[in-house]
């Protein structure tokens, strides 16, 4: 088998993957355990086409796929959030960070470098993580560890399927597996901690 159609092959499984994570994600938001923060999906869907488009102009090959699948399906996500209304707090540190990431998102188009696009939309990326993570640090076991888990090996693919692996195409999906391990962290210390306190 050739380097191409091993990344093809990567990419696909990371597509796979994300299908497998998301499917009981949209089900347990439509039987309300999971409760997705509007305003973090809506950053991160819209942010993660614009890292697809990046990617692609990049060279990423194969890997750009797997990353444009994952906008379609991120979108999806914002779509049932906004029609469930499944995450209706919302604080003013969560409208600073939805119009910080909504406001550096066209940024990357007057950046002319894929470099700086995709430090730009991972700068955002990461914004959008702060309504849930402050949303997770109150209510631990509202979103499924699991899923997260699934996102990181996703993601660890993605990385593995890119046709070039420079710090322009690997840093968008390397930085959003870091940020998933981490909120994984804070859903298990403050499930433990809540139970510790009956809470």
């Known amino acids: 088998m050739d380097a191409l159609s091993f990344q093809a092959l990567l990419s ?25 923060h509007l305003f973090s999906w809506v950053v991160w869907g819209t942010n ?14 194969a890997g750009a796929w797997a990353v444009g699948f994952s906008a379609a ?13 499944s995450e209706i707090r919302i604080t003013r540190s969560d409208w600073g960070f939805f119009i910080a990431g ?18 730009l939309v991972t700068g955002v990326e990461l914004l959008g993580f702060g309504p849930t993570v402050r949303k997770s640090w109150h209510r631990p076991w509202s979103e499924p560890v699991g899923f997260l888990g699934i996102l990181v090996v996703r993601n660890a693919l993605i990385v593995a399927a890119l046709g070039q692996r420079t710090f322009t195409t690997v840093f968008f999906p390397a930085a959003m ?15 433990r901690q809540l139970a510790a306190v009956g809470g």
């Open 12 to 36: 696909a499984a990371a597509m796979a993957l994300t299908f497998v994570a998301y499917v009981p994600y949209f089900r347990s938001i439509r039987a309300g355990t999971t409760k997705p």
């Open 48 to 61: 993660t086409s614009v890292a697809f488009f990046a990617t692609l102009s990049a060279e990423g090959g």
């Open 73 to 85: 399906v991120t979108l999806a996500v914002a779509a049932i959030a906004w029609t469930t209304r």
């Open 102 to 119: 909504l406001a550096a998102i066209p940024l990357w188009a007057v950046a002319n470098d894929p470099l700086w696009a995709i430090v």
């Open 177 to 191: 597996a870091a940020a998933c391990v981490l909120l994984m962290g804070v859903l298990l210390w403050r499930r």
